[in-house]
């Protein structure tokens, strides 16, 4: 592991975040600690969205599988992100198609559009009640973001057939959003947003009731490859098994070496404001969409079904989080809705995500027998669910969509482990610098 643990640092050992997500369920699910050495055909490294949906595929194939998870269900990324369900990759379409050409720019969009229909699937077969609501908004900065994005907006009409979007003038967007902040934007109807907690512990559950066992507050301390890979645990046990997944994202440390010079954790962090009257909110975001801007370290935010709202942004420069979340975000969200400078604020919180040096993910075939999916950036509700069931088609044989996933170039960050994070944070530093003067 890292000599800086990021699962233990930042938050009370084996406890969910006290955010607003975790004060919105009804019940904490709880699941077991592994109490005896175990062999299984399948083990996976973390239960967030990527392991528990891969657990769930292939535990309906008939596979026997076990979830290894560090702390609790959902306790990573998955359990307290932006929510926002969004189409496409962290790159636009054009940008897509001049690097890779437009046969493989158009496997892209299909696999983010089938991520969006496999988190719905979920939702609807298992019954998970997550707070899913259609609609992000996509805000620009200045005129030359937003005739950029209106570019993008054509294209994806024109190439793509995809036409569950519209533009949107400055004029037109502050009078949904009620800031003028932004330049303009557009409104994409096929996408969505979600309460995450919710909705990965739903798979937790679905998971459990397809036979595949859970097991908390186990932390994986060393992996030795091989045909049967033998997994040791932190409470002494081991675990072996013929197929190893591992889908640990910005929390993975040092276990798998491969993996982390390519995926790098940064922390973001999110904040819920008190109910609001109903004339405050409905002054904005009064059709329930999401938002999201367009810079570097982007601000989101939307309302909660009980009449919050939710915004997240900021990032800081070190492993740890900052003493005072609240004031940091507070700053970022009075820049866009001044008139909630006397709103209390009721939660906030912080969390770690997985960044690669191009923002495109980092599908891995570590060992013939051992897979990953990882370094979503920002970009991860759709995506790290569909990942799992691609990890999951690759172990049933279907290796089409893995390969074209791992066939993505995806370097190392410079240096070794020592350096990454400074050279991270140099990098941060220069685009929230970008975003400023913008």
Not at 340 to 355: E, H, M, P, Q, S
Request: overall charge positive; proline content about 4%; aromatic content about 12%.
């Amino acid at each position: 592991m890292s000599k800086i643990d990021l699962l233990k640092i930042n938050d009370p050992k084996g406890e969910l975040p006290d955010s607003f997500y975790k004060y919105s369920i009804k019940k904490e699910i709880k699941y077991p600690t592994l109490s005896k050495n175990y062999k299984s055909q399948i083990c996976i490294i973390g239960a967030g969205f990527t392991g528990l949906s891969a657990g769930l595929c292939l535990a309906e194939s008939g596979f026997d599988v076990i979830i290894l998870e560090a702390n609790r269900v959902g306790f990573g990324a998955s359990g307290r992100n932006g929510g926002q369900v969004g189409s496409g990759q962290r790159w636009d379409q054009e940008k897509i198609e001049k690097h890779f050409g437009f046969n493989k720019a158009k496997i892209f969009w299909e696999i983010s559009q089938d991520a969006k229909k496999e988190v719905i699937s979920r939702m609807k077969l298992h019954n998970i009640d997550c707070d899913f609501s259609t609609g992000i908004i996509n805000a620009t900065i200045n005129r030359k973001d937003t005739n950029n994005l209106f570019d993008e907006v054509n294209n994806l009409k024109k190439k793509y057939q995809y036409t569950k979007i519209q533009k949107l003038s400055s004029s037109e967007l502050s009078t949904i959003i009620d800031t003028d902040l932004y330049d303009g934007g557009c409104l994409d109807f096929g996408a969505g947003h979600l309460n995450p907690l919710k909705f990965v512990q739903g798979l937790g559950t679905a998971a459990k009731k397809n036979n595949v066992q859970i097991f908390e507050k186990c932390c994986v301390e060393k992996i030795d490859y091989g045909k049967k890979n033998t997994i040791f645990v932190s409470n002494g046990y081991t675990f072996v098994s013929d197929y190893l997944i591992i889908a640990c994202n910005g929390y993975l440390g040092n276990l798998e070496p491969n993996i982390s010079s390519r995926v790098m954790p940064i922390n973001n962090f999110i904040l819920t404001t008190e109910v609001l009257g109903n004339n405050l909110l409905n002054s904005f975001l009064n059709n329930n969409y999401a938002v999201a801007d367009n810079k570097f370290v982007p601000n989101y935010f939307r309302p909660s079904p009980d009449n919050r709202l939710i915004f997240g942004g900021g990032e800081n420069y070190t492993y740890r989080f900052p003493k005072d979340i609240k004031t940091i975000v507070r700053k970022k969200m009075l820049k866009v809705y001044p008139q909630l400078k006397n709103t209390r604020i009721d939660f906030a919180w912080g969390g770690t995500l997985a960044v690669t040096r191009n923002r495109l993910p980092y599908f891995a075939k570590i060992q013939p027998n051992v897979f990953s999916a990882s370094g979503y950036s920002g970009h991860g509700v759709a995506l790290s669910v569909l990942a799992g069931k691609i990890i999951a088609e690759l172990i049933e044989g279907d290796s089409k969509r893995f390969n074209f996933m791992n066939n993505i170039p995806i370097k190392p960050f410079p240096g070794n482990s020592n350096f990454q994070w400074p050279l991270l944070v140099l990098g941060m530093l220069w685009y929230s610098l970008r975003d400023r003067f913008k």
